[in-house]
C-alpha cells in the first residue's frame, strides 16, 4: 500500500491544490481569530485561511506533505502565520472551545467528528468536504467506499450545527471526476439567527 508520505514525495498528489471555491466564498464570513486545519496535505485550506489574517494550527501525520505545506506557506508569505503538526488524526487530541474555523478536505473524521465539533468556540465555523459514494463513473478519491461518506451522512453529521450551505455533486477538475459533498455550518443554536449573504 503507498503511503501518504510516497505520494506526496513522488507528486502522485497535487502538490499546490487549490481551496474549494465554497470555503473561498465562506471564509470572508467566519468570525475572526484562531483556526485549525485538520489533515492539511499540501496546505490547500492552511495557507487561504491564513491569509485571510487567522492564526493556524495545521495537522496531518505526513512529515512530506508537511514540508511541502511549509514550503508552499513560505512561497505565499504567510509561514509565520501557520504552526505545523505531525499527528496521529486518529488520537489527537482536539482541544475544547478553542477554534473560531476549523477545515477539513479529503478526511473523513466520522468517528472523531463530535470531539471536532467540541473544538469549535461558540460561533465558530466549520468546512468539510470530502469524496461521496456514487454510481457515477469517478477516477478521484479512495478506489472502496470505506472511504467515503454515504449519501447525506455529512449533513446528518453537521445537523447539531447551523448548517449554512450543504451540496453533493460530480464534478470534474483537471481531467479528473469526483463526486463529492461540502458542508458549511456554524457552532450557534436558537430559532432566530444571522446567515450571510453568500452570491453563488
Not at 92 to 113: K, Q
Request: glycine share 8%; aromatic share 8%; proline share 6%.
Amino acid at each position: 500500500m503507498t503511503t501518504w508520505d510516497e505520494r506526496y514525495r513522488t507528486g502522485t498528489y497535487p502538490q499546490r491544490p487549490d481551496p474549494h471555491p465554497v470555503l473561498e466564498r465562506y471564509l470572508p464570513t467566519f468570525p475572526p481569530g484562531r483556526a485549525l486545519d485538520i489533515a492539511t496535505g499540501t496546505g490547500r485550506n492552511a495557507l487561504p485561511v491564513a491569509a485571510a489574517g487567522y492564526r493556524v494550527d495545521a495537522v496531518d501525520q505526513s512529515r512530506a506533505g508537511l514540508q511541502i505545506a511549509r514550503e508552499n506557506a513560505r512561497a505565499a508569505g504567510v509561514e509565520g502565520d501557520i504552526e505545523w503538526l505531525q499527528a496521529d488524526l486518529e488520537s489527537f487530541a482536539y482541544p475544547a472551545s478553542t477554534y473560531d474555523v476549523i477545515t477539513i478536505s479529503f478526511y473523513r473524521p466520522v468517528d472523531r467528528l463530535p470531539d471536532i465539533i467540541e473544538a469549535l468556540a461558540d460561533g465558530g465555523c466549520l468546512f468539510i468536504q470530502h469524496h461521496l459514494r456514487t454510481t457515477d463513473d469517478v477516477d478521484g478519491g479512495p478506489s472502496g467506499d470505506r472511504y467515503r461518506f454515504a449519501s447525506n451522512e455529512l449533513l446528518r453529521a453537521g445537523l447539531g450545527l447551523t448548517v449554512l450551505h450543504y451540496d453533493e455533486r460530480t464534478t470534474t477538475t483537471d481531467g479528473t471526476t469526483a463526486a463529492t459533498a461540502q458542508l458549511v455550518a456554524r457552532k450557534t443554536q436558537g430559532g432566530r439567527q444571522s446567515y450571510p449573504d453568500i452570491s453563488e
